[in-house]
């Protein structure tokens, strides 16, 4: 049994599209092959902490931890920060002074890619700068890391940014420099929401409004805040996901992500056969093919054998077909199904609703067989549903013959 380290979106992310890689990642802890998108997202990250530290006010709002000797929000007026040497925003060259510093190398194919990425990076930050200025934020957290947890299981992430919202409560944003971004990710995202649960469990605002930003076109796509249904949505999802780590489920599940996954030579859904095991292997795969070929040709014979016995069962009239090696005996079996709808007002007005409350057709039959129920109501109801005959044959084995 793995003892649970606290759970991390990403985390939980990577268990629920594939168990072993969570395992090659967290347990194994294999390196994973850099690549442009990452660097370039932690590149952006980082200048952008730059750019919002100057106007964090962090004491406007009250943390559960600290109790009542936090600032009340009506003492800051929201204008603008509040602490000294704090209210200067980085100058544009400055901003691109930071990018140039915190640039991250790694994982660029060529410098052709490095450039064509640092050029979209420049373009970004300079149009997010203006557009910043002009929003006039009010943050209260960047890159905070934070841990708390849902229903026992420990969580922790560092959110990108928390904001005071005009009204008094708290938006949680998410920085995404993806080429592309719809709401309906926003609303989606179990990612805001593990987020949202962070957050409220450390701090003693509300959260509002949940937002991805998308950075390449300057667009919030804001959401309200989750509902209790939609948390406990998640807390299922992370309840399940610590249950398989604790008891070491970490079976492939292979899909579209494993173009992206770095583990494929380690996987047995993708690792090769030894060569000099081939040769044996052939032979025994092939054999299997052969047989199971062979057994759904025998299911389709079967099958039309069958009906053909039927066929002459019914002819003749008898449900007994000797062979020489048995007998074969046609059994039926009968259904029945019925709609809840047609059903539920006549079991309403006869008071019989608590006998089959679920309002399934093994409930209801029962209801329609039962002698102490009056005939002529059992009937009605019976007249409510449908019956599916089925037929089918046994083997006497004490009727073969020799
Ligand atoms: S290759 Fe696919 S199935 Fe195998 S570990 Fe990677 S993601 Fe999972």
Not at 11 to 35: A, G, H, I, Q
Not at 163 to 188: F, M, N
Not at 325 to 352: F, H, K, M, T
Request: hydrophobic share 35%; proline share 7%.
């Amino acid at each position: 049994m793995n003892e649970l380290r606290p759970l991390s979106y990403s985390s939980l992310r990577t268990y629920l599209e594939c168990p072993l890689r969570w395992k090659f990642l967290y347990v194994d802890k294999l390196p994973e092959t850099p690549r442009p998108y990452f660097s370039f997202g932690r590149t952006i990250h980082s200048v952008l902490e730059e750019l919002v530290r100057p106007f964090l006010v962090p004491e406007a709002v009250p943390r559960k931890s600290a109790g009542g000797a936090q600032r009340r929000l009506d003492e800051w007026h929201g204008e603008g920060p509040l602490v000294e040497g704090r209210s200067q925003p980085l100058s544009k060259e400055q901003l691109l002074a930071a990018y140039d510093r915190l640039w991250v190398k790694e994982g660029y194919t060529s410098p052709e890619e490095e450039a064509r990425y640092k050029l979209l990076g420049e373009n970004m930050l300079l149009r997010y700068y203006d557009h910043f200025l002009e929003e006039h934020p009010r943050p209260v957290a960047i890159e905070e890391y934070l841990q708390s947890s849902l229903d026992g299981i420990p969580v922790h992430g560092y959110v990108d940014r928390i904001d005071l919202t005009p009204s008094g409560g708290l938006e949680v944003l998410d920085y995404k420099t993806s080429r592309e971004l719809s709401i309906q990710e926003a609303r989606d995202s179990d990612q805001l929401a593990m987020y949202q649960v962070l957050v409220e469990q450390n701090y003693a605002l509300p959260v509002e409004r949940l937002t991805l930003y998308h950075l390449r076109t300057l667009t919030p796509h804001r959401t309200p805040a989750r509902g209790a249904p939609a948390i406990a949505q998640l807390s299922q999802k992370v309840g399940e996901v610590a249950d398989g780590i604790r008891t070491e489920r970490f079976e492939p599940t292979p899909g579209r992500h494993c173009e992206r996954c770095d583990f494929r030579a380690l996987c047995p859904e993708f690792r090769e056969v030894p060569a000099e095991e081939r040769a044996r292997l052939e032979a025994l795969v092939d054999r299997f093919v052969a047989l199971r070929r062979e057994g759904e040709k025998v299911e389709e014979d079967l099958h039309r054998v069958a009906d053909a016995l039927h066929a002459e069962a019914e002819r003749l009239g008898v449900h007994r077909l000797p062979g020489r090696a048995a007998v074969a005996i046609r059994r039926r079996e009968e259904e029945w199904s019925y709609a809840p709808e047609g059903v539920r007002p006549l079991l309403e007005r006869s008071g019989l609703i608590p006998r089959a409350s679920r309002l399934d057709s093994q409930e209801i039959q029962r209801l329609v067989r039962d002698p102490t129920i009056d005939p002529a109501l059992r009937r009605e109801i019976a007249q409510k549903g449908g019956r599916q005959v089925r037929w089918y044959w046994e083997l006497d084995p004490q009727e073969e013959s020799d």
